[in-house]
T-cell receptor, first 113, second 116 residues
Framework: GNSVTQMEGPVTLSEEAFLTINCTYT??????LFWYVQYPGEGLQLLLK?????DKGSNKGFEATYRKETTSFHLEKGSVQVSDSAVYFC????????????FGAGTRLFVKA | EAGVAQSPRYKIIEKRQSVAFWCNPI?????LYWYQQILGQGPKLLIQ????????DSQLPKDRFSAERLKGVDSTLKIQPAKLEDSAVYLC??????????????FGPGTRLTVT
């Protein structure tokens, strides 16, 4: 079946540290891949996306590359800030049928000053 | 443009009671989704509408949950009767999705339901 697996949290980093949150997926066909972010008390927001293999999505200093050969879409940021503290969700969207979106369980990030 | 609106933001009910949630999607968005997000988990799709037709309701517990989208705009999600395990945040999202090309989903702030 279709699924998304992401690293368990929480992840705790000091400000300006390098961030990696791992995400792997299983899907039929060629899905689109997304990272969503949920700040405390707010709804989910799209952070970045990639729609085909080798695409790199980027936004607000975050990046992720669609790796078809390893079925991965790892999130990275070179220097995190306290304001990046949030829950990050990796998701895939099937490009057939009803375009269903499947989310990972989320990874909570704490950034200390 | 205005975002996805949901109400109420919080609701506390006793088990076996009924509850309804309301969602107003972004104007012009054809597709509307209801998700259930249990604490510590990712959102799980309950039902997806394309205009006022149901595209996917395979994970909707139909013995107690129901949803409708009147005139292809607003939507309501109802739970009757509620169980303790229904405690979760209920998220509404919408996307443009004209034709076959999928578009970005925009999420509302959610309704946090506590069943006691």
């Amino acid at each position: 079946g279709n699924s998304v697996t992401q690293m368990e949290g929480p992840v705790t980093l000091s400000e300006e540290a390098f961030l990696t949150i791992n995400c792997t997926y299983t899907a039929t066909g060629y899905p689109s891949l997304f990272w969503y972010v949920q700040y405390p008390g707010e709804g989910l927001q799209l952070l970045l996306k990639a729609t085909k293999a080798d695409d790199k999505g980027s936004n607000k200093g975050f990046e992720a590359t669609y790796r078809k050969e390893t079925t991965s879409f790892h999130l990275e940021k070179g220097s995190v800030q306290v304001s990046d503290s949030a829950v990050y969700f990796c998701a895939l969207r099937l490009n057939t049928g009803g375009f269903k979106t499947i989310f990972g369980a989320g990874t909570r990030l704490f950034v200390k000053a | 443009e205005a975002g996805v609106a949901q109400s109420p933001r919080y609701k506390i009910i006793e088990k076996r009671q009924s509850v309804a949630f309301w969602c107003n999607p972004i104007s012009g968005h054809a597709t509307l989704y209801w998700y259930q997000q249990i604490l510590g988990q990712g959102p799980k799709l309950l039902i997806q509408f394309q205009n006022n037709g149901v595209v996917d309701d395979s994970q909707l517990p139909k013995d107690r949950f129901s949803a409708e989208r009147l005139k292809g705009v607003d939507s309501t999600l109802k739970i009757q009767p509620a169980k303790l395990e229904d405690s979760a945040v209920y998220l509404c999202a919408s996307s443009l999705d004209k034709g076959r090309s999928p578009h970005e989903q925009y999420f509302g702030p959610g309704t946090r339901l506590t069943v006691t």
